[in-house]
């Protein structure tokens, strides 16, 4: 059985402190980390709730930017050559329309990496 006096002067010696201290600024910074991480995530769940949607008359029920017949894959593929001012420009929508698109395709290969899609259903969306 350990010493409890020597357990006692490890838990409170400078060292430990020290690791106790360097613990409590991870936690705060992976807390911190995660906040923002969350903060970005819904902000591009908002841009793809207002700007994309799927209607199974419209383009086959591909993604498509709202009020429109301008598919997703149509957007990346564009990024492919130009900026995203320019294919904004291009297709006469706002850029925060194309930023939507990014963030679907992010978002759908994020959920490929992730095993939750595979990649015949995203070829579908």
């Known amino acids: 059985m350990p010493d409890p006096n020597r357990l006692r002067s490890l838990l409170f010696s400078d060292d430990m402190k ?5 613990l409590e600024i991870y ?5 911190l980390e995660a906040a923002v991480h969350d903060k970005t ?3 591009s769940l908002r841009l793809i709730r207002r700007w994309i949607t799927r ?5 086959g029920g591909s ?3 709202s009020r429109t017949r301008v598919a997703v894959r149509d957007v990346i593929e564009l ?16 850029e925060e329309a194309v930023e939507a698109c990014v963030q679907y395709a ?3 290969t994020e959920l ?3 095993g939750i899609l595979v990649e015949a259903e995203v070829a579908d969306r």
Do not use: F, Q
Request: proline share 7%; charged share 25%.
């Open 63 to 65: 993604p498509v930017i």
């Open 27 to 31: 936690v705060v910074l992976a807390a």
């Open 18 to 22: 020290m690791l106790l201290i360097v």
């Open 79 to 94: 990024l492919r050559e130009h900026s995203m001012k320019e294919v904004a420009e291009l297709l006469e929508v706002p």
């Open 106 to 108: 992010l978002l759908a």
């Open 41 to 43: 995530l819904a902000r």
């Open 55 to 59: 209607n199974p008359d419209v383009r």
């Open 112 to 114: 490929v990496d992730l």
